[in-house]
Structures are given as structure tokens and as C-alpha cells.
């Protein structure tokens, strides 16, 4: 089971911090990711990161978004800087390549 949580409606350049605590008998030497979905649009990748901690993210988030684990806590992070209108959409955690399952995700709304 994945659990995200964290999202809110915040202005252009506020910052919100997205978690994600995964529960169950799932192995977590994946490497894990957040998604976002608009609607009208497929689930993108935003940000990965692998159970050594190496990172990667979509170039429009680069340098504003930070992606974290705690493998014996279950749980991923996403601290999102800088935030603009364009982030808006539910941000979903998931392996990479993803699980079968999703959780319900957490909706981030940003106003210009």
C-alpha cells in the first residue's frame, strides 16, 4: 500500500513537502519515484531516486525539487521549492518502473 500526503493549495513560489509512507511486505531496494498527473494528460515521472540515493528529475523541476528516502522508515520524500502554476496536478508515489497498484495521491494546487 502506498500513502501520499502532503499537497495543498499554495501560491507561486511557496514550498510544500510531499511524503509517501509505504506499507506492506514490499521490498524497497526498488528504485522509487514521484508521479504527477494533470487532467487530459498521462502520469508523468517528476523526480527518482535509487536505494543508493542517486537521483534524478524531469528537467522542468530540476534544482527546485528534491526527492529522499528512508529505506528503514518505508517512506519518500519530495520537497518542492519554488513551486509554479505549472506543478499543479496529483503527485503519486510509486516504484520505478511502477507496481501494478497506486495509492490515492495528494493533490498539489499552485495560483499565479
Known amino acids: 500500500q502506498l500513502v501520499e500526503s502532503g499537497g495543498g493549495l499554495v501560491q507561486a513560489g511557496d514550498s510544500l513537502k510531499l511524503s509517501c509512507v509505504i506499507s506492506?511486505?514490499?521490498?524497497?531496494?526498488?528504485?522509487m519515484a514521484w508521479y504527477r498527473q494533470v487532467p487530459g494528460k498521462e502520469r508523468e515521472l517528476v523526480a527518482s531516486?535509487?536505494?543508493?540515493?542517486?537521483?534524478d528529475y524531469t528537467p522542468s523541476v530540476k534544482g527546485r525539487f528534491t526527492i529522499s528516502r528512508n529505506n528503514a522508515q518505508k517512506t519518500v520524500w519530495l520537497q518542492m521549492d519554488s513551486l509554479r502554476a505549472e506543478d499543479t496536478g496529483v503527485y503519486y508515489c510509486?516504484?520505478?518502473?511502477?507496481?501494478?497498484?497506486w495509492g490515492q495521491g495528494t493533490q498539489v494546487t499552485v495560483s499565479s
Open positions: 506492506g511486505d514490499v521490498a524497497l531496494l526498488n528504485r
Open positions: 531516486i535509487t536505494g543508493g540515493g542517486t537521483t
Open positions: 510509486n516504484a520505478n518502473p511502477p507496481w501494478t497498484f
